[in-house]
C-alpha cells in the first residue's frame, strides 16, 4: 500500500510516507504553527519516493492527545486529503505511533509522554510485544500526573522514556533504575506506515467515514473551562 501518515500533537512535526520504492520521512521540531510547514513537509516526502497524492491508497493521522492546536492541524488536514482523494482515513493515538518505533523487546516499558503543562503531561504506557506493532496498553493515552504512568511500570524490565513530557519531569522519573532517556526521538517512518496498514487490514470498513476520525483532546481547552467557570 502506498500511505501518507502525519502527526503534529507535538512540537515534533511527523510526516512520513511508503510505497513499493520505499519509505520517506521527515521529523521536524516546529517552534511556529504546524499549518506553515506540515504541506511541505509532505510534498517533500512524496516526491522523495516519486509519488504523487493520488498515488496514495490510504491516509494515517495522529488523533492526539497533545497539544490542541496541533491536532486540529493535523486532523483537519487528513480530513480534507482524505475527502479530496477519496481515500481512507485511519486515526491514531499520538502515544501509539511513538511507542511502536521505540524498538523495545517484549516485556519492556515505553512510557510516552508530552508535556502538557499544569504539572500533567498527555501520556501512555505500553509494554513491548512480540509484535512490536502491538505493544501491550498498560495505561490508555490521557491526560495524566506522571505518577499515574510510573505506577505502571514494571520495574524489573527496562523502560523507555519518549517525549519532552520526560524531560521536563525527569526528577520525577529518576528512581526508575532501568530506565533509558530516548532524547531526541523521532518515530520512524516504515513503523508508523505498518502500524496505519495494520489497522485498515483489520477493519477497512471502519475508516471509510472520514467523520469517525476525531480529535483525542482528553481534556478540556482552556477557553472552555474559562466559560465553563462563568456560568
Known sequence: MNILVIDTASQLEIVAACAASGAAEASTLIQTSHSTTLMGAIDGCLNRLGLGLRGLDCIGVGIGPGSFTGIRIAVTTARMLAQVLGKPLVGVKTQLLFAVSAGA??????????????????????????????????????DYAIDALIAGVDRTRRTHL??????????????????????????????????????????????????????????????????????
Open 105 to 142: 523487546e517484549a516485556g519492556e516499558n515505553i512510557l510516552v509522554a508530552f508535556d502538557a503543562k499544569k504539572g500533567r503531561v498527555f501520556g501512555a504506557l505500553y509494554r513491548g510485544a512480540a509484535d512490536p506493532l502491538a505493544p501491550l496498553e498498560i495505561v490508555p493515552p490521557g
Open 162 to 231: 519518549i517525549g519532552d513530557g520526560t524531560v521536563k519531569y525527569a526528577e520525577a522519573l529518576a528512581p526508575l533504575e532501568l530506565a533509558v532517556f530516548r532524547e531526541d526521538f523521532a518515530p520512524d517512518g516504515r513503523a508508523l506506515c505498518g502500524l496505519t496498514a495494520a489497522h485498515y487490514r483489520a477493519d477497512p470498513d471502519a475508516y471509510a467515514d472520514l467523520n469517525a476520525t476525531v480529535p483525542c483532546y482528553a481534556r478540556k481547552s482552556d477557553a472552555e473551562t474559562a466559560k465553563e467557570s462563568k456560568r
